[in-house]
């Protein structure tokens, strides 16, 4: 009974933990999402019209994964977090 309790108590803080570093990445994810949209935006001021159209759909590729990683750790995280 009391071993039950300790592994549930054990359980309930990993899954606390993993949970922290789904929000923690999803942070990570957020904060270069923004850099990447700034980026993108101060290189097109200084790229020539093929070249910036190039780099813009590189760009919107890779974004768009990441998108996808932050709505996939989301839905993991709320997959997994405690009652």
């Avoid at 990570?28 to 993108?40: G, Y």
């Amino acid at each position: 009974m009391l071993k039950d309790e300790i592994e549930n108590a054990q359980l309930r803080e990993e899954l606390k933990n993993k949970q922290y570093m789904a929000k923690y990445d999803l942070a990570c994810q957020v904060n270069k999402l923004k850099f990447l949209k700034n980026e993108h935006s101060n290189k097109y001021g200084k790229a020539a019209a093929h070249q910036h159209s190039l780099e813009a759909k590189h760009s919107e590729i890779y974004l768009r994964k990441v998108e996808t990683k932050i709505h996939d750790t989301l839905a993991h995280a709320h997959t997994e977090a405690p009652p």
